[in-house]
Nanobody, 115 residues
Framework: QVQLVESGGGLVQSGGSLRLSCAASGNILIFNAMGWYRQAPGKQRELVAG???????NYADSVKGRFTISRDNAKNTVYLQMNSLKPEDTSVYYCNANLAPREYWGQGTQVTVSS
């Protein structure tokens, strides 16, 4: 059973930075891709950043140039570095791992950006 545990969320002022971590219970290179999603109250969950097994990345237009997804294979951990945070980035952030046809989700971590 795959487990994903997020950490690193919190309260930060506009313009600040946070780094989210997603620790997997096993070797992350078995996954086709891993990513970070977010969901604000009353809104659909959206992809923020993705990272394929081969190392390709993709980002939502709203975070390009501000967020960076990366991984540490030895630690089985994926990161989301978030800089220049804006109030509209406030959301619950979820880690996702794709092992088609299955998908796995973490429990989520709250990020709140104050203006």
């Amino acid at each position: 059973q795959v487990q994903l545990v997020e950490s690193g969320g919190g309260l930060v002022q506009s313009g600040g930075s946070l780094r989210l971590s997603c620790a997997a219970s096993g070797n992350i290179l078995i996954f086709n891709a891993m990513g970070w999603y977010r969901q604000a109250p009353g809104k659909q969950r959206e992809l923020v950043a993705g990272l394929t097994r081969g190392g390709s990345t993709n980002y939502a237009d709203s975070v390009k140039g501000r967020f960076t997804i990366s991984r540490d294979n030895a630690k089985n951990t994926v990161y989301l570095q978030m800089n220049s945070l804006k109030p509209e980035d406030t959301s619950v952030y979820y880690c996702n791992a794709n092992l088609a046809p299955r998908e796995y989700w973490g429990q989520g971590t709250q990020v709140t950006v104050s203006s």
